[in-house]
């Protein structure tokens, strides 16, 4: 995207004054999400968005698979999700804002005992009008004749324990966006608004003092109330960028600036990979991509397996599926990620014993495909809850913790930061839905934990 | 202590052998306290109990204030403190057993805000029968003839904007104990029943493997199930010690293990220091340990002011005071400590600038003490609720995150312990009070946060 439309002189009036009375720290989705809505209800005040790189969803949101769901098992984030996604499909359908948005549905393949483990979270989506599809055995099987549905004859399946797919769970209401298109729409809203945005700008450090400044050598003490009274910055700027209340959305790398100073950022990351693989060149893989009968585009859904939730989607502007799978166990923590984003490079070693194994037993089409691009991200943990949340310590909000679902929630979670900056007991969510901004915070956090995780 | 008492010789046996039962790792109150408690319950099974340094107690137990109280906001922080004092008190005043405890009480001084914001808290506690006294202003002048009730003529007290003292909150079933001693008690026990401990033995690794070794380079992938296989350990033995299920009360040392492999450690610690002060040589401050009135030792409580948290407790066998603070703004989260315990050395500085100012406003028989020792220690919270926590993971069990009351729950977590390795679904603790294990546990969990935090 061209960025200089973004980028708004800063005078000195921004550095070391106390004048501003909005910084937000970070242009991923949570930055500019929070960034538009704080603008967009604050029209007279000034709210300056900053970020490291030199232009927005450079971080973990650019990174990500960028799709969206509302088939959540809580009830919490049923709400934050399908709100989001009902502005996204506002934009891009009612007001033609090309934000990549195809809702082409996820799939999950599975067992009849994993469909019955299902059946409460699914009951539990139902109750709460969430639309989803039951797929028995023979509808699959129809609608996918690349899949193979069970091993017996199959050594090496039967090795690695694959269960049998017995049937399926249609969502229809998520699918994939663009999420450098949405946050590019965010930023260049916040930024006709008045908002100015500073790209190359790194937050190096919260600067906390004493609420009433005594001109101690040593301020705040123990006995002092303190306040966050700006970042200091380097960069496209060095100096103290000062403001009435500050905005972190810094994602996995939250902890960097909140441990220093004494609060739990309440992340914790680990690295995440892509692979992509051409459809071109195999008819099969051409034909799975271009799968009828699932949704209006007449694409393949994004498929979940039922191991280890090796996944993939369709992307059909490339001709090509983007792969990925849960990896969770002996995979580190991280709870201050280096800056080193080369230090995030994908494993080709990971697909070809983790994940192809598993993807081309059940789709045999994958077995000759060769990996094209691949890369990794950082998938920013709450590991209380798997839900986000957003708290406000005095000046400060903090905003994070979406736990790999941060684009499909990234409307609501800003509505929310506008409404702690507010004060407002209730955020408004598109479509009119109030959510109550203590529920997402710590101290009266009032949340069901996320069952149905990917 | 003599330790040699508790060192068993160790044979091949424990090493890269898959015969032992049970391995609790740390020497801590959370790990003596389990692997006593595991080791009653369960005779028949090996159990190993492990630590880094050459006798127990070495780490943050050693370092603490060691006072316990019953009196928490929180009910589930009510049972686990209150059942683990009874047991505490039986094991002194029924077996005789000397853990160095002397009931002396809390007595928290406040502001009539600070009172009245303490009433709904005070009434949880009489609701379930946890002793509170309220002393009127007037009891807490005759009792502690050296306090400042008020500074109106004391400038630097009204710059410090320190709260007049409008009464008093007192715990009686609140005090101190002797560290050493209480954790030398759980593991002589142990060892006398057949337990094994093993000192100067670093943790260095969790190793995990799948739960079916199908022999592969690089298992366990994704798509197997894994269990922790043991620990690889250095110092007095090198290799690597297996075990059917391992214990990890490892305090705010837990993450270095867990966060390599995965699972979140769900603790972050805060350096916490304590000064000593001598009464002897000031006759006011010798006066002001043998305060009568409050217990029947004739002892001063450990006195709370309504600022930062500043506290000071009599130690009457030293004949000195032990002074602490809370010391929450600017004071850095640790997420994985430096084992260098160089480094937790107090500051001189922080005394003189944040903890004496405070105290001698009140207590101005302090203005001229000195501080005789000081040392610092590791606070690990859980920032969730300030509630300790304990759960399972397949063949893993993690306790810890005590948030500074480790030693006053110590008991009750050591049952809890027991009662998940024998996947008991109610840990019976100390005076047949049935507790939910998975009420501490993180899926399931189930408790009311502390408000009610020193």
């Keep these: 995207m061209n960025t200089e439309e973004l980028r708004t002189p800063l005078g000195e009036k921004w550095l070391t004054t106390m004048d501003n009375d909005l910084l937000v720290v970070g242009a991923g989705i949570m ?40 088939t959540f098992s ?36 599975m067992s009849d005992g994993q469909l019955s483990a299902s059946e409460p979270f ?37 090795l690695m324990d694959l269960p049998r797919i017995d049937g399926g769970v249609f969502g229809p209401k998520c699918g994939r966006l663009d999420p450098d298109k949405l946050v590019r729409f965010y930023a260049q809203e916040f930024s006709q608004m008045g908002g100015r945005v500073a790209f190359n700008t790194n937050a190096e ?3 906390v003092g004493p609420s009433k400044r005594l001109g101690l050598d040593g301020e705040p003490f123990v006995w002092q109330d303190s306040r966050i009274e700006g970042v200091q910055v380097s960069g496209s700027m060095t100096g103290e960028l000062r403001a009435e209340t500050i905005v972190l959305a810094c994602g996995a790398w939250g902890n960097e600036l909140l441990e220093p100073i004494g609060i739990d950022g309440h992340v914790k990351a680990k690295k995440r990979q892509l692979f992509t693989v051409p459809a071109k060149g195999s008819d099969r893989l051409e034909a799975l991509v271009r799968t ?43 709870d201050i ?10 494993e ?91 529920k997402i915070g710590f101290e009266k956090r009032d949340v069901e934990r996320e069952e149905w995780v990917i």
């Design 31 to 70: 930055g500019v999400a929070s960034a538009y809505h704080l603008k967009k209800n604050n029209p007279n005040k000034d709210v300056l968005l900053i970020d490291r790189f030199p232009s927005p969803a450079q971080g973990n949101t650019g990174r990500s698979n960028a799709m969206f769901r509302n």
């Design 74 to 109: 809580s009830r919490d984030n049923q709400i934050l999700s399908d709100a989001s996604i009902d502005f996204y499909l506002h934009l891009q359908n009612e007001l033609e804002i090309d934000i990549g948005l195809q809702p082409i549905g996820y799939l999950w393949l």
């Design 122 to 158: 699914l009951k539990q989506m139902e109750r709460n009008r969430i639309e989803i599809r039951r797929l028995p055995r023979e509808e699959v099987k129809r609608l996918l004749p690349g899949l193979e549905m069970s091993f017996e004859s199959n050594d090496e399946a039967m």
């Design 205 to 207: 450090k919260l600067l």
């Design 292 to 334: 009828e009968g699932f949704n209006p585009l007449g694409l393949l859904p994004l498929v979940i397996l039922p191991k280890a939730r090796v996944h993939f989607k369709p992307v059909s502007t490339e001709n090509e599926f983007w792969i990925a799978c849960e990896d969770e166990v002996n995979r580190p923590y991280i």
């Design 337 to 346: 990620p280096a800056h080193d984003l080369e230090g995030y490079k994908a």
């Design 348 to 438: 080709m070693d990971f697909y070809d014993t983790s994940v192809r194994p598993v993807l081309s037993a059940y789709f045999p089409d994958f077995r000759n495909a060769r990996v094209k691009a691949m890369w990794a991200g950082l998938y920013s943990y709450n590991t209380l809850d798997f839900l986000p949340f957003a708290f406000r310590e005095n000046n400060l909000i903090v905003v994070g913790g979406d736990s790999g679902s941060g684009i499909m929630k990234g409307d609501s979670l800003g509505r929310i930061v506008d409404a702690l900056y507010r004060g407002e007991d209730d955020a408004l969510l598109y479509g009119d839905r109030p959510v109550r901004t203590s």
